[in-house]
């Protein structure tokens, strides 16, 4: 079994920062693909960003400047440093992995957290 368990979402004012963290645990043999989704009530789940295993990096144009992700492959762990947040309403960011879970089997699957609130608002 893999899990991804997200933490760091909150209330922020706007224009302020917020740091969101996803770890994932289990049997992993690789990671492929690790992003974040996000879905504001009423909405559907939008790409915020998207990190490869070598590190190559693409953003909605929304975010482009502002939000930075990045990953640690030693922890299995993928990070959202989100700044100058706009008062955009409360939205549940989504933690997503491809992940391969063992050497003798190529398939990826696809997992995602449980989601964590971020709602930026003075």
């Known amino acids: 079994q893999v899990q991804l368990v997200e933490s760091g979402g909150g209330l922020v004012q706007p224009g302020g920062s917020l740091r969101l963290s996803c770890a994932a645990s289990?049997?992993?043999?690789?990671?492929?693909?690790m992003a974040w989704y996000r879905q504001a009530p009423g909405k559907q789940r939008e790409l915020v960003a998207g990190?490869?295993?070598?590190?190559?990096?693409n953003y909605v144009e929304s975010v482009k400047v502002r939000f930075t992700i990045s990953r640690d492959n030693a922890k299995n762990t993928v990070y959202l440093q989100m700044n100058v947040l706009k008062p955009e309403g409360p939205a549940v960011y989504y933690c997503?992995?491809?992940?391969?879970?063992?050497?003798?089997?190529?398939?990826?699957?696809?997992?995602w957290g449980q989601g964590t609130q971020v709602t930026v608002s003075s």
């Open positions: 997503y992995a491809k992940i391969r879970v063992a050497p003798c089997r190529l398939v990826e699957y696809h997992y």
């Open positions: 990190i490869s295993s070598d590190g190559i990096t």
């Open positions: 289990g049997s992993i043999f690789s990671i492929n693909t």
